[in-house]
Structures are given as structure tokens and as C-alpha cells.
T-cell receptor, first 113, second 114 residues
């Protein structure tokens, strides 16, 4: 049973396209996150949702929009993809925000050509 | 703002030997958590060990232990009896504040020689 799952695991697309990455957790957690890992392996928070409410929105281009249909799902939609968007995107979740112990999905490697 | 620094981009250890990975952080908060995550080539992020700042006792998990020096803001990871499967990127992470996200260091790539 996968705790935090992401689809797809790999995504290759052309500049200018719009794409979505889906994340689901079956842990009953209230808070979910999106992190971006760049080509140098640096991980940085992008967004956080708690019970479907956006609580973190770091300095991320408006082309990135998170959507949380329910507390088990947090999807990431990216418009007008650019070469610099190529990265690995991780979804994570935590049961109690104050514990900071996060469970990560397997990551989605996005390649923009 | 909180920061996490890992000063060793790469480390190497002989199988069965012990290696220590360094991490320092900066924060003005008194209550927070520190973590080490392992990322093997599969890219899955795996929690190795966690330390609560209010606990003076250093956390241990089997062959993994930490040396937490709160005053010095240092949080090193010691891996004993290194195994080939320990080869991976290791990330130190800080958790504090109200938003619940983690702040990561840049990582240390650990190689294990047979």
C-alpha cells in the first residue's frame, strides 16, 4: 500500500504546454506539500495545503497553481512550461504540522524540451 | 530566516567503517525539529532519523545516530558499520515555525567503497 503516490513518475513535454501532476495520500494526513528539487539536488518548498486551505505559497511563478479537491489530494498544474521548470517535484504529507515529520511521494521527474 | 548548511558536498567511506556527515543550522526559535533524509538513486526521500530540539538526548536508529549540539546549532549524522546500501544523498532538514514545511540543506553525496 503506497502511502503517498504521485502520477506520473516521469513527464516529458515541450515548452509552452500545460501539464498537471497528481498527488494522493492514504495516511489520513491533514497537511500536504509540494517541493521542487532542481538539477543541483536542492529541495525547496513551493506550496502547502492544510485541510484544503493554502497556507504556504513561496515565491513561485503564477504559472504554477496547486489544487486540493479534498484533503487526500493535492495536484500541481503548470501552465506555459519553460525549460527552467525541468526538475523533480515531490509531494509530501504530514499528520500534524507541528511535528514536521513528512512522508514523501516518489517524485515526478519533469523534463521540458 | 532559518538556514541549513551542509559543508561537505561529497564524502566517502570504506564498507564497515564509520562516517560522520556535518550539518549546521541557523534559527532564532527555541522549539524545532531536525531531520536527516536519505535519497538513494531511486530518488525516494527516506527519513533516517529525527531529533526534537527540547530533548537533550541524541537520537539513535540502529546504525544511525546524531550528535545534536543545540548551543552550537550543529546536527551531525554518524553512520556506523557502513553498508553498500548506505550510498546515497543525505539531506539535513530543519522544521520549525507555524507553517510546517521543512528547510533543507544542499545535501552530501555519500559513497561507500567495498
Amino acid at each position: 500500500d503506497t502511502a503517498v503516490s504521485q502520477t506520473p513518475k516521469y513527464l516529458v513535454t515541450q515548452m509552452g504546454n500545460d501539464k498537471s501532476i497528481k498527488c494522493e495520500q492514504n495516511l489520513g494526513h491533514d497537511t500536504m506539500y509540494w517541493y521542487k528539487q532542481d538539477s543541483k539536488k536542492f529541495l525547496k518548498i513551493m506550496f502547502s495545503y492544510n485541510n484544503k486551505e493554502l497556507i504556504i505559497n513561496e515565491t513561485v511563478p503564477n504559472r504554477f497553481s496547486p489544487k486540493s479537491p479534498d484533503k487526500a489530494h493535492l495536484n500541481l498544474h503548470i501552465n506555459s512550461l519553460e525549460l527552467g521548470d525541468s526538475a523533480v517535484y515531490f509531494c509530501a504529507s504530514t499528520r500534524i504540522r507541528s511535528s514536521y515529520e513528512q512522508y514523501f511521494g516518489p517524485g515526478t521527474r519533469l523534463t521540458v524540451t | 530566516a532559518q538556514t541549513v548548511t551542509q559543508s561537505q558536498p561529497e564524502m566517502s567511506v570504506q564498507e564497515a567503517e564509520t562516517v560522520t556527515l556535518s550539518c549546521t543550522y541557523d534559527t532564532s526559535e527555541s522549539d524545532y525539529y531536525l531531520f536527516w533524509y536519505k535519497q538513494p538513486p531511486s530518488r525516494q526521500m527516506i527519513l533516517v532519523i529525527r531529533q526534537e530540539a527540547y530533548k537533550q538526548q541524541n537520537a539513535t536508529e540502529n546504525r544511525f545516530s546524531v550528535n545534536f549540539q543545540k548551543a552550537a546549532k550543529s546536527f551531525s549524522l554518524k553512520i556506523s558499520d557502513s553498508q553498500l546500501g548506505d550510498a546515497a544523498m543525505y539531506f539535513c532538514a530543519y522544521g520549525g515555525g507555524s507553517q510546517g514545511n521543512l528547510i533543507f540543506g544542499k545535501g552530501t553525496k555519500l559513497s561507500v567503497k567495498p
